[in-house]
């Protein structure tokens, strides 16, 4: 539960917009952002809480240059360097967000990340998939006794384990995980979403889905499969660029999933089979017996003189095998319903 908003199966899907790093550097431009995720449907908006050197160093040694993924070429230094949110922006981020009813809460990346937003007063905490093996980190989090959502990309199943007995055992009683590929952009062909009720159903606790496929086909999908969380990245403008911008929603993108996310809570139901109460009235239209021919009294019921056929005011047509030749206890005309009085 996150500042009394309950995260669940039966739920609704709890839907994170990460901003990142798509403010491009410009305050207002981060304001703008959580008012998007607020009208498009957003529950929380989620920031990421480090510094260039509180995620790496700066050097020119090969290792410490990126391939393989679209920032390419980059050094990590750099690309962290660009894409940081300032520390000065989280609190008045964090008051513009609490006026709007929408949660704010972080990615820590060390210690002292935790102790400023501890000091901010975020009521949750989130993990990100390359720290899912930081146990150190883990702990501090967990000592918090915030509730703790961690996405699980990159890590083997082993070390899912790992982290979920890390946590509890260092006093994390709310937690969750979110199924991740970090791949950036995702294939979704990769994603394998049924891992979502494999974990929820090993650990026991609410599963999500922390996603970087295009498009929402996926996230929708998730929810359909049980994800209570869904988390994507949310930008003004993918044209105007920046680090995550090509696997970034647009707002009105943001806000169409959003809502196709609630239809979906609201289709799946209870699970109960049976009419909804919006097709009750239409029961009357279903086939019942009735008499097609004019029928006298003590005269047999056959196939010629009774059918099954709309609507539903006469016996049910399982009874037609028992109806056959018992007698008309009186005369009935032709487009009677058959009922248990006209039978002698």
């Given at each position: ?13 709890y839907?994170?917009a ?60 750099d ?32 210690r ?18 390359f ?34 007995s ?87 993108e ?40 004019d ?32 007698k ?17």
């Amino acid at each position: 539960m996150i500042s009394g908003r309950r995260i669940g199966p039966g739920e609704p899907v709890y839907v994170i917009a990460e901003m990142s790093c798509n403010h491009h550097g410009r305050y207002e431009e981060a304001e703008a952002i959580v008012r998007a995720a607020k009208e498009a449907g957003a529950d929380a908006i989620k920031l990421q809480t480090y510094t260039p050197d509180t995620m790496t160093i700066d050097s020119d040694q090969p290792w410490f240059q990126i391939k393989g993924t679209i920032w390419d070429g980059r050094g990590l230094y750099d690309l962290y360097r660009e894409a940081m949110t300032p520390w000065e922006w989280h609190a008045p981020l964090k008051k513009l967000a609490d006026s709007l009813g929408l949660h704010l809460f972080s990615s820590p990346f060390d210690r002292t990340a935790v102790e400023f937003l501890e000091k901010l007063g975020v009521p949750a905490y989130k993990i990100a998939s390359f720290e899912n093996g930081d146990l150190p980190l883990m702990r501090l989090v967990a000592a918090t006794r915030k509730p703790v959502i961690v996405s699980t990309g990159t890590a083997m199943p082993e070390e899912i384990d790992e982290a979920v007995s890390a946590l509890k055992a260092a006093g994390a009683q709310q937690l969750a995980l979110l199924k991740c590929v970090s791949a950036y952009p995702a294939p979704a062909e990769e994603m394998n979403l049924r891992a979502i009720r494999t974990l929820s159903e090993k650990y026991g606790i609410p599963v999500g889905l922390s996603d970087h496929t295009l498009g929402s086909t996926v996230a929708i999908a998730a929810a359909a499969l049980g994800a209570c969380i869904l988390e994507k990245h949310l930008t003004l403008s993918r044209a105007a660029g920046g680090p995550d911008a090509p696997f970034s929603m647009e707002p009105e993108e943001f806000a169409e999933m959003t809502a196709a996310l609630r239809s979906v809570h609201a289709a799946l139901g209870d699970g109960k089979p049976g009419p909804s109460a919006s097709e009750r009235p239409s029961r009357a239209f279903r086939r019942s017996l009735f008499v097609v021919k004019d029928v006298r009294a003590g005269e047999a019921f056959t196939a010629e003189n009774i059918r099954a056929i709309r609507p539903g005011n006469g016996l049910p047509p399982r009874d037609y095998d028992a109806v056959l030749g018992r007698k008309a206890a009186k005369d009935v005309r032709r487009g009677t319903p058959l009922s248990k009085d006209l039978l002698a």
